[in-house]
Nanobody, 127 residues
């Protein structure tokens, strides 16, 4: 099992930047593909970004492509989400998620595949 704790959220002006971190405890972090999802008030949870176990493969939602970057440091059991050029529409609770992979090094944008979720961190972008 793995436990996930997000940090780095906060209040930022439109156009600003934030870096979210997700620290994982437990064994074999490098065996998990990781994802970031978000949920705005009154909306369903949506995919933001994902990264494969090695970090060699990433994918992004169209709404954040070119502005957000996902990365990971397997030595530190941590995945990051660098968010630049933030917009008011990026306001949401951001969740980190993990899915254990036994074979292929691959990422996933499907929330239903993820076994483990953090508690979330609030990001508020003022316009």
């Amino acid at each position: 099992q793995v436990q996930l704790v997000e940090s780095g959220g906060g209040l930022v002006q439109a156009g600003g930047s934030l870096r979210l971190s997700c620290a994982a405890s437990g064994r074999a972090f490098s065996s998990y593909a990781m994802g970031w999802f978000r949920q705005a008030p009154g909306k369903e949870r949506e995919f933001v970004a994902t990264i494969s176990q090695s970090g060699g493969s990433t994918a992004y939602a169209d709404s954040v492509k070119g502005r957000f970057t996902i990365s990971r440091d397997n030595a530190k059991n941590t995945v990051y989400l660098q968010m630049n050029s933030l917009k008011h529409d990026d306001t949401a609770v951001y969740y980190c998620a993990a899915v254990l992979r036994f074979f292929s090094d691959s990422e996933s944008a499907a929330a239903g595949e993820y076994n483990y979720w953090g508690q979330g961190t609030q990001v508020t972008v003022s316009s």
